[in-house]
């Protein structure tokens, strides 16, 4: 083998020792020149492994323009920006019977500097110490990972978090515990002079009182466990994309599963937004690894999670299911925003390409996600929305998606969003390549997805859009007496969206095939704060204040009942939404159903017009009445909950609504 001329050996003709062949380089071939080719780099420029570290990150440097100026930057050091930031925390993490926070720092504890000379950053080794009385915990630091990155969290899950892992789709799968879904018998609000008169208190009512000093015991319980953590996550980030009623959230946690599963479900703040964030509206306080005393007045397990409105506080204890800080929150703009005369709304929200957007309400099974992701429109969110003077809102960044039998057929932009960033809950995994099985239960059946917003191809940013043109209520009627599609008057929607209708069907193994009729006043009464009749008569007031139609639309059964008939075609409520959408509903041909009062088209264009009038898809028409009747009376047992209830003048909205409903 000869020399190539580019500096690099050959095996020559001649014997070295042991007979081995004799090695020339082009050093040796060109004599002449006596110079070897030499692709040698200068030496690093550290003396130590850690100055290699230090060099291996680039800090960031101020991006942010002082306000009302060109050109220039903020004079703020970031040594005194990082104390304000570390005062504001350690004010939040603040022990009530201290009447101070802890000595808190900024970084990983994890990250001792060998030479600290070479400090690779030196906010890591920046604290703030307030002036503490004597205790054990004012004798140690605090340290606080302050809105990490993504890459930062993962880091921190997969070294210190057992059961973190990254999936092949390059998600972090991770476990929420003993509980794998929301606790709602062990939620607690406080009941104060305030909210006694505010909020929806009794028979049908999600909110379960508590005191002031049981939730204050429950917070110094979940403030000493935090304070007595070596570090800390915390995230300071928004609800509501509209600018002008945006709310600010801090988010104090234990697990980078919790950090990183908030980091992608409130909205993110930039540079310039974190830098002015300053004191947070909310606050949770996330001790979800401790639990609660059970001997605390108001405790009925070792789970609580406790909402005090007054603080503009959350304590989670005894869950670490991430999906109480989503919903608790959820529940806090269910207060805030109608008092800025704000409708809040448990719905998915999309938009068309002229403009027109729809809002989408549905408990689960009905179909909400699926029909509200369309490819032909833009998504502006897929769970919480605010209906306000500028139009409609997304409350959060990101979508917290069901992933139990997923596949990429069926929902491929969800499929598509389980990439690095995601959060994958309670998910289980081939132990060697990492590939998820969506179909596996063995964990649990509640299997979650959360990933940011954008994540979605056709997602509108900013997530906002003007007034509604249609409202669209979703029910899997399990019974097969409602109509495919229906047009509400205003008083019919008020009385269907407090409703909250859908049908499940029980398990088979049971032996029990008879739908069971579910109801959530607003399609989301586990969140709601105030009576469900406010949100109704906000609901209808922008309505008719902005001309929305208001439509229900029956996802489930035709031809006869669960186990008779069969579930309505896909591509069939896909053409009726369609057909809502480009309005040519709105011109169709309608009549008048008995009982429920409803109006049915006669016709919509790809669907079959016999399908449109249940009655006509049942062969037994004496069996159609009597199913019809019974599910008339479950919507009479229901709403009696809410007739006590007076809105509008000389209680005549009330009356409205009630008129809408059933008549037989």
């Not at 540079?271 to 605390?296: S, V, W």
């Not at 704000?342 to 998915?348: F, P, Y």
């Not at 408990?363 to 003077?389: A, F, M, P, Q, V």
């Amino acid at each position: 083998m000869a020399a190539n001329g580019n500096g690099e050996f050959s095996f020559g003709k001649g014997t070295a020792r042991k007979g081995l062949a004799k090695i020339q380089t082009a050093a040796s071939q060109k004599k002449q020149s006596a110079i070897c080719h030499d692709d040698s780099t200068p030496p690093v420029k550290a003396q130590t492994i850690d100055e290699l570290h230090s060099l291996q990150k680039k800090r960031s440097a101020p991006n942010t323009p002082i306000k009302g100026t060109q050109g220039s930057f903020s004079p703020i050091s970031d040594e005194a920006r990082q104390k304000q930031q570390l005062q504001s925390i350690s004010a939040s993490l603040a022990s009530l019977t201290r009447e101070t926070g802890p000595k808190v720092v900024r970084g990983d504890p994890a990250r001792k500097a060998e030479t600290p000379k070479f400090a690779a950053d030196p906010s890591d080794h920046f604290s703030f110490t307030p002036t503490i009385s004597v205790s054990d915990s004012s004798l140690k630091f605090t340290h606080v990972l302050y809105n990490l990155s993504p890459a930062e969290l993962y880091e921190q899950a997969i070294k210190y978090e057992k059961g973190s892992f990254i999936a092949s789709s390059g998600a972090l799968a991770t476990l929420s515990g003993a509980k794998t879904g929301r606790s709602p018998r062990d939620k607690r609000v406080v009941k104060d002079e305030t909210t006694e008169h505010e909020l929806w208190w009794g028979k049908g009512s999600p909110n379960i009182e508590m005191d002031e000093h049981t939730f204050l015991v429950n917070r110094e319980r979940a403030v000493d466990y935090l304070n007595s953590l070596d570090k800390v996550f915390v995230n300071d980030q928004f609800l509501n994309w509209d600018p002008q009623n945006r709310v600010k959230v801090r988010i104090v946690s234990a697990r980078a599963y919790h950090s990183l599963f908030m980091h992608n479900m409130c909205i993110r703040p930039t540079p310039e937004e974190l830098e002015n964030f300053g004191t947070p509206d909310f606050t949770i306080y996330n001790a979800g690894q401790f639990p609660c005393n059970r001997y605390t007045h108001y405790m009925t397990s070792s789970t609580s999670i406790d909402l005090n409105l007054a603080r503009r506080e959350m304590v989670i204890l005894g869950t670490q299911y991430a999906g109480e800080m989503k919903k608790g929150l959820f529940s806090v703009m269910h207060y805030l925003m109608p008092k800025r005369q704000i409708l809040s709304l448990h719905s998915g929200c999309n938009m068309g390409k002229d403009g027109d957007v729809a809002l989408f309400f549905g408990l689960s099974g009905t179909g909400k996600t699926t029909l509200s992701t369309d490819h032909n429109r833009y998504l502006i969110g897929d769970d919480e929305h605010c209906w306000g003077d500028n139009g409609v809102s997304n409350i959060e960044g990101g979508c917290y998606a069901k992933c139990i039998d997923l596949s990429r057929e069926k929902e491929p932009d969800i499929w598509n969003a389980i990439k690095f960033g995601a959060v994958l809950e309670n998910v289980v995994f081939d132990e060697h390549t990492r590939e998820v099985d969506y179909s596996d239960k063995s964990v649990t059946e509640n299997t979650r997805a959360a990933y940011p917003i954008e994540y979605i191809p056709n997602a509108k940013i900013p997530c906002v859009g003007p007034h509604p043109k249609n409202v669209i209520l979703l029910a899997c009627d399990a019974f097969g007496v409602l109509p495919p599609v229906s047009k509400l008057n205003l008083a019919q929607t008020m009385y269907h969206f407090i409703s909250g209708y859908t049908a499940l069907v029980a398990g088979t193994e049971d032996g029990i095939k008879e739908p069971t009729a579910t109801f959530s006043a607003c399609f989301g009464a586990a969140f709601i704060m105030l009576h469900p009749t406010k949100y109704a008569a906000m609901l209808a007031e922008k309505m008719q204040k902005h001309g929305a139609t208001g439509w229900l639309v029956n996802t489930g059964w035709s031809g006869g009942s669960y186990g008779c008939g069969s579930r309505i075609k896909l591509p069939y409520t896909r053409k009726i939404i369609d057909a809502i959408h480009s309005g040519s509903l709105l011109n169709a041909n309608y009549k008048k159903t008995d009982v429920f009062g409803v109006e049915i088209p006669t016709e919509v264009e790809g669907v079959p017009s016999e399908i449109l009038d249940p009655e006509n898809t049942w062969a037994d028409k004496q069996a159609y009445k009597e199913t019809l009747l019974k599910l008339a009376g479950l919507f009479k047992r229901n709403f009696e909950i809410f007739t006590n209830y007076k809105i509008g003048k000389d209680n005549k909205l009330t009356e409205e609504i009630l008129a809408a409903g059933p008549n037989f």
